[in-house]
């Protein structure tokens, strides 16, 4: 996940990346034992910019969620 990049809450962005498919850029990484992952390639990361901007101009952001500048 990408938080960082993006400046935007690690839960959220999860929450975000479930509805997201590969032919979105996201895909899921499994490692031995442990749940999977999402990882997303560049057009991921920009489905996953105007999902955000979707989601904000629907008002449907978390308050904790930081504003564009």
């Given at each position: 996940m ?9 839960d959220w ?12 850029g ?11 992952v ?7 990361i ?7 901007a ?16």
């Open positions: 990408s938080p960082n990049l993006l400046d935007e809450d690690e962005l999860f929450e975000l990346s479930t509805d997201m498919f590969p032919e979105d996201c895909l899921w990484v499994y490692g031995v034992g442990e749940d999977g999402p990882a997303f390639t560049k057009d991921g920009e489905n996953l910019r105007q999902i955000i979707d989601e904000r101009a629907a008002d449907r952001a978390p308050a904790s969620s930081t504003a564009p500048e």
